[in-house]
């Protein structure tokens, strides 16, 4: 099946730092990638959907400015999270569509990002 | 997107087949029924998916009620590394978003 990576896998950061994740569609190409973040014990929360080549799309609540997403190349979304806090400490996941033939497509996911904020 | 309805939790026995209920009421006709399961800390794993039809793979069995108001999805031999949250979720066929729900905690004991 179609693999889709995250880098890195954990990462510490000190408040007030912003921190960068990668998410890349490692043997397919993926026009459209979604982001996730997921707090302990609780179910993933859909942050915003990572167009390629255009401005990203958020779910209510979800702070743009904060949560950069640049979806440059049809295999590579990144989410940057700005002026990091330790309420911004989750797992963050993403995952990208793979389009099949016959209108057929499904979305597989990366494996997250543990962010910890200090 | 419809709602799921899906147990918090259930327990089953390592080589036994695990029954996991969804009740999906308000599904519309153009709504497929997906399966994901995910295992602590990774990133959630697609299992199977049916319109009205009952459909099986490698992983699992996917059983739909003729009003396609419920469904049950089937692990034939739980294994240990079958425990996982594992969530039902309703989606358009042109849909892109995924919206997870609580989901079912699934425990395989030996």
């Known amino acids: 099946g179609a693999v889709v990576s995250q880098h890195p896998s954990r990462v510490i950061c000190k408040s007030g730092t912003s921190v960068k994740i990668e998410c890349r569609s490692l043997?397919?190409?993926?026009?459209?990638m979604f982001w996730y973040r997921q707090f302990p014990k609780q179910s993933l929360m859909l942050m915003a959907t990572?167009?390629?080549?255009?401005?990203?799309?958020?779910e209510q609540g979800v702070e743009k400015d904060k949560f950069l997403i640049n979806h440059a190349s049809l295999t590579l979304s990144t989410l940057t999270v700005t002026s990091a806090h330790p309420e911004d400490s989750s797992f963050y996941i993403c995952s990208a569509i793979y389009r099949g033939g016959h209108n057929w497509y499904e979305q597989y996911f990366g494996p997250g990002t543990r962010l910890t904020v200090t | 997107d419809a709602k799921t309805t899906q147990p918090t939790s259930m327990d089953c026995a390592e080589g036994r087949a695990a029954n996991l209920p969804c009740n999906h009421s308000t599904i519309s006709g153009n709504e497929y029924v997906y399966w994901y399961r995910q295992i602590h800390s990774q990133g959630p794993q697609y299992i199977i998916h049916?319109?009205?039809n009952n459909e099986t793979n490698e992983m699992a069995s996917l059983i739909i009620t003729e009003d396609r108001k419920s469904s049950t999805l089937i692990l034939p031999h739980a294994t240990l590394r079958d425990t996982a949250v594992y969530y039902c979720?309703?989606?358009?066929?042109?849909?892109?978003?995924?919206?997870f729900g609580g989901g079912t905690r699934v425990l395989v004991k030996p």
């Open positions: 049916g319109l009205k």
């Open positions: 990572s167009n390629e080549g255009s401005k990203a799309t958020y």
């Open positions: 043997d397919f190409q993926a026009t459209t």
């Open positions: 979720i309703v989606r358009e066929a042109a849909g892109n978003k995924l919206t």
